[in-house]
C-alpha cells in the first residue's frame, strides 16, 4: 500500500480523500492554489503544496507544477478526484512516465474510453447497444451532412470533456448552424478539443449509470446502478440508487453486461458506463466516466463500501477483494448537490462568506462538504458547495428524510439551491419516480424557475 498521496483537486472531493487515506494510514498531500490556502482540505491534509493562482489554468490544470509538487513531497501516487485532470490523458500518461502512479485507468484505456466517440465504438464490439451517432465532426460542412442523415430532434456532443459542456439539444434544422458553431468555440476553449458528434435524441430518456470496478487482474464487478434523470442543463441535480420504476432485472441485465464490456478493453480502477433509457426500456450505452464521480455517495450507501478506499486496494496492485456475489444492495440512497446559485435568477452562481453553517444530522443522513463558518467561496471554480446524502429501507422513507434533512442544513451569507431541492423533493413527478432527463426543465413553472 502506498505511504504517501498527492491529492491534486479541492472542496469536497479533495476532503473526501484526504480522510480515506487517514484511516487507512496514508499520509496525504494537498496539492491547492492561492485561493484555497485557508480551505478545510488545505487545513486537513498532512502536507500541503501551493501550486498556483486561483485561476484553474495555472493551478489544478498545471500539470508541471502538479507533477513537481508530487516530487516534492515524495508522493508515490496522484488522486484527481473528478473534474479538473481527472480524465486527462496526457497527465495520466506523463504520471505513467515518471513512475508515479495515477489513481485511475492506464493512460491507454483512458484515450479509448474518455473519448465519447471511440469508447461507443469500443462498446459496440463488446456487445453494447448504442444510439446512431456519426464519427467526430470539426466542420460545419461534415456536420451538416450528418445532421441531415440523422435527422432532427438530436443531440450534439463535445467529445472531449464532461460536466455538461458543449452538449446542446437541437430541434429544427435552422438552428443547426449557429449551435453547432457556439458549441464548438465552448468545447474547445474548455477541453482544447473542438471534436463534436451527433446522436439520436430520445424525448423521454431516463439516465441510469452503472458503476464499475476492476482491478489489475482482469477481476471485475458492477456495484449497481444509480438513477441520475434530474438534470438541468445537462448537468445532474439529484441521484439516487437503486432506480425507481425500471424492473429490477433490467438494471442486473445492464451491469452484468457493462462489466463485461470494460473488463473486455482492460479497464482498472473505479469506472461508470452511462446509459439512456427510452420509453419502452431499451437501453443505450452512452459514454464512460473514467474517475470517481460526484455521485459516488449514494452506491457507497447502498453497497456498504467505500469506493475511495477500494480505489486505493486496486491502484496500488492489489487484487480485487470482491465477487459478484459479494454485492448486495440494501435500501435505498438520495443525493442531492447543493450549489451557490440562485435558483429563482436563472440559477445564477453566487459568491460571498459563509456567515452561519449547520448541516443536518441524524440516523441516516450523510453531508460531504468543505464548507465551515466564516469560509469565503471563491469565484474560480464549480459552485459546488456540499452533497447531501441520505439513506433509508426504502425509497418513501428516503424522500422523507431528505426533506427533513433539507430543512434542517443552514448555510447563511450566500444563496444556495436548497430551497429549490426542498420543491423537487415535494414534486408529485420526483415521489412517483416518473423523472426523465428534460424533467426539470419540462417542470420548471412548478418548481419555481425563472
Same mark, same amino acid.
Given at each position: ?99 508515479? /502512479?495515477? !489513481?485511475? &485507468? ?11 466517440? *471511440? +469508447?461507443? %465504438? #469500443? ?119 437503486? /432506480?425507481? !420504476?425500471? &424492473? ?11 462489466? *463485461? +464490456?470494460? %473488463? #473486455? ?186
Amino acid at each position: 500500500m502506498f505511504r504517501k498521496i498527492l491529492i491534486a483537486n479541492r472542496g469536497e472531493i479533495a476532503l473526501r480523500v484526504i480522510r480515506a487515506c487517514r484511516e487507512m494510514g496514508i499520509r496525504s498531500v494537498i496539492a491547492h492554489s492561492e485561493a484555497d490556502r485557508d480551505s478545510l482540505p488545505v487545513q486537513m491534509a498532512d502536507e500541503r503544496i501551493c501550486i498556483g493562482p486561483g485561476a484553474s489554468g495555472k493551478s489544478y490544470l498545471n500539470i508541471p507544477n502538479i507533477i513537481s509538487a508530487a516530487f516534492i513531497s515524495n508522493a508515490e501516487a496522484i488522486h484527481p478526484g473528478y473534474g479538473f485532470l481527472s480524465e486527462n490523458t496526457s497527465f495520466a500518461q506523463i504520471c505513467q512516465d515518471v513512475n508515479i /502512479t495515477f !489513481i485511475g &485507468p492506464s493512460a491507454e484505456v483512458m484515450a479509448i474510453m474518455g473519448d465519447k466517440v *471511440s +469508447a461507443r %465504438k #469500443a462498446m459496440v464490439e463488446a456487445g453494447l447497444p448504442t444510439l446512431p451517432g456519426t464519427r467526430v465532426l470539426r466542420t460545419l460542412a461534415e456536420a451538416t451532412e450528418a445532421a441531415r442523415e440523422i435527422g432532427f430532434p438530436l443531440m450534439l456532443k463535445a467529445v472531449a470533456g464532461g460536466g455538461g459542456r458543449g452538449i446542446r439539444l437541437i430541434n429544427h434544422a435552422d438552428e443547426f448552424e449557429r449551435t453547432f458553431t457556439v458549441a464548438q468555440n465552448e468545447v474547445r476553449e474548455a477541453f482544447r478539443d473542438d471534436g463534436i458528434y451527433l446522436e439520436r435524441y430520445l424525448p423521454k430518456a431516463r439516465h441510469v449509470e452503472i458503476q464499475v470496478l476492476v482491478d489489475n487482474y482482469g477481476n471485475g464487478v458492477h456495484l449497481g446502478e444509480r438513477n441520475c434523470s434530474c438534470q438541468r442543463r445537462n448537468q445532474k441535480v439529484i441521484e439516487e440508487s437503486p /432506480t425507481p !420504476i425500471l &424492473p429490477r432485472s433490467l438494471c442486473d441485465e445492464m451491469g452484468q453486461r457493462a462489466i *463485461s +464490456a470494460v %473488463k #473486455a478493453v482492460g479497464y482498472r480502477n473505479a469506472g461508470t458506463l452511462e446509459f439512456l433509457v427510452d420509453e419502452q426500456n431499451r437501453y443505450y450505452f452512452m459514454e464512460m466516466n473514467t474517475r470517481l464521480q460526484v455521485e459516488h455517495p449514494v452506491t457507497e450507501l447502498v453497497t456498504s463500501l467505500d469506493l475511495v478506499k477500494e480505489q486505493l486496494h486496486i491502484a496500488s496492485g492489489e487484487p480485487l477483494r470482491l465477487r459478484q456475489e459479494d454485492i448486495k444492495l440494501r435500501g435505498h440512497a438520495i443525493e442531492c448537490r447543493i450549489t451557490a446559485e440562485d435558483a429563482d435568477k436563472d440559477f445564477r452562481p453566487q459568491t460571498g462568506v459563509v456567515e452561519n453553517y449547520l448541516p443536518p444530522g441524524g440516523p441516516g443522513v450523510r453531508v460531504d462538504s468543505h464548507l465551515y463558518t466564516g469560509y469565503e467561496i471563491p469565484p474560480h471554480y464549480d459552485s459546488l458547495l456540499a452533497k447531501l446524502i441520505v439513506w433509508a429501507e426504502d425509497r418513501d422513507q428516503a424522500i422523507a428524510r431528505m426533506q427533513r434533512a433539507l430543512e434542517e442544513f443552514v448555510i447563511e451569507g450566500v444563496t444556495t439551491t436548497i430551497p429549490f431541492h426542498q420543491r423537487l423533493l415535494k414534486h408529485e413527478g420526483f415521489i412517483s419516480g416518473d423523472t426523465y432527463t428534460r424533467f426539470i426543465q419540462e417542470e420548471a413553472g412548478a418548481l419555481g424557475i425563472k
